[in-house]
C-alpha cells in the first residue's frame, strides 16, 4: 500500500544533540511537507519542498534542517539551536494537483530529557 | 497576516447531539478541505471544496463552502463516540495559492 512512513514512532533527545527524523513516501508525491504540532494546538509549517534538491523555509524554520536529494525521502534534523524541540513532528506529502489534500505520516514524538 | 480560525476551540456534547465547526479565513481561498485527526493520530483528509456555496455530504457529516469562498463549516448529525477527535479546514489562498490550517476544533463526545 502507497504510504508516508515516519521513524522513529518516539525519539528521546539530550539538550545539545541534534536529532534526525524520517520521512519516506512511496506515493511518487512531488510535495513534502515538515509540520509541528503542539499539544492541543494546530499545525506549524517548518519547510517545505516541492521538487528534488529544493526546499524552502516554512514559518517556524530556526533550529531545523532539511535535505531532499531523493524524490521518496524528506529528513528533518533538529539541532541543538532548537530552544523548545519537544513536540509531535508531522510529515505530510501531495500530488501536483492537491485535489486529494495532503496526505500525513504517523508522526514522530520527540522529547527532550 | 493570512490566517484562519476555526471556532469553537472546543466541544464536549452528548452522544447523539448535532456538532457543528466553524472555519473562518482572513483572506479568499481558491479551495477548502477538512481533515479529522483522532487522538494521538495523524490528520486523514476527508473531503475537498472548490465552488462557492458548494455543499457536499458524507453520510452524518456535511460539508458546506461559503458564498464569498471565506468560510465553511463542518456539522455532524447524531454525533457517535467514533466521531471524537479534532476537526482542521484548510485551504490555499487565492493570489498567493498558499496553503494555510486553521485552529482545529477539538471535539468530545460523551457516551
Known amino acids: 500500500d502507497g504510504g508516508i512512513t515516519q521513524s522513529p514512532k518516539y525519539l528521546f533527545r539530550k539538550e545539545g544533540q541534534n536529532v534526525t527524523l524520517s520521512c519516506e513516501q512511496n506515493?511518487?508525491?512531488?510535495?513534502m511537507y515538515w509540520y509541528r504540532q503542539d499539544p492541543g494546538q494546530g499545525l506549524r509549517l517548518i519547510y517545505y519542498s516541492q521538487i528534488v534538491n529544493d526546499f524552502q523555509k516554512g514559518d517556524i524554520a530556526e533550529g531545523y534542517s532539511v535535505s531532499r536529494e531523493k524524490k521518496e525521502s524528506f529528513p528533518l534534523t533538529v539541532t541543538s539551536a532548537q530552544k523548545n524541540p519537544t513536540a509531535f513532528y508531522l510529515c505530510?506529502?501531495?500530488?501536483?494537483?492537491?485535489?486529494?489534500?495532503?496526505?500525513f505520516g504517523s508522526g514522530t514524538r520527540l522529547t527532550v530529557v | 497576516g493570512q490566517q484562519v480560525m476555526q471556532i469553537p476551540q472546543y466541544q464536549h456534547v452528548q452522544e447523539g447531539e448535532d456538532f457543528t465547526t466553524y472555519c473562518n479565513s482572513s483572506?479568499?481561498?481558491?479551495?477548502i478541505q477538512w481533515y479529522k485527526q483522532r487522538p494521538g493520530g495523524h490528520p486523514v483528509f476527508l473531503i475537498q471544496?472548490?465552488?462557492?456555496?458548494e455543499v457536499k455530504k458524507q453520510k452524518r457529516l456535511t460539508f458546506q463552502f461559503g458564498e464569498a469562498k471565506k468560510n465553511s463549516s463542518l456539522h455532524i448529525t447524531a454525533t457517535q463516540t467514533t466521531d471524537v477527535g479534532t476537526y482542521f479546514c484548510a485551504g490555499f489562498t487565492s493570489g498567493t495559492y498558499k496553503y494555510i490550517f486553521g485552529t482545529g476544533t477539538r471535539l468530545k463526545v460523551l457516551a
Open positions: 483572506t479568499t481561498l481558491s479551495n
Open positions: 471544496l472548490v465552488k462557492s456555496g
Open positions: 506515493l511518487n508525491h512531488d510535495a
Open positions: 505530510a506529502s501531495r500530488s501536483g494537483e492537491g485535489i486529494y489534500g495532503y496526505t
